[in-house]
């Protein structure tokens, strides 16, 4: 294998790596309940039971650190 096919390869492998294609996408994407600090930004939900509520079987949740206020 010529020099410049070995770094061609190389190229297509770290675009594939990088770009997450569609096609190895497991699942849904993770549900993220946060309080709503600027250090996570892109939560959906502020209460983790309605996170747990809206999920489908097996799908992940992520919970931000952080204070979650407790909401009767």
């Known amino acids: ?3 410049k096919h070995f770094l061609v390869l190389v190229m297509l492998s770290f675009i594939i790596v ?3 294609p569609g096609w ?3 699942g849904p994407k993770p ?3 946060s309080s709503g600090s600027p250090t996570c930004a892109g939560g959906s939900f502020s209460r983790i039971q309605d996170a747990i509520d809206a999920a489908t079987a ?3 949740i ?3 650190a952080g204070l979650i ?3 009767p």
């Open 1 to 3: 294998m010529s020099h």
């Open 18 to 20: 990088v770009s997450e």
């Open 24 to 26: 190895a996408n497991d």
């Open 31 to 33: 549900l993220i309940v």
């Open 58 to 60: 097996g799908q992940l």
């Open 62 to 64: 992520e919970v931000c």
């Open 69 to 71: 206020p407790r909401v």
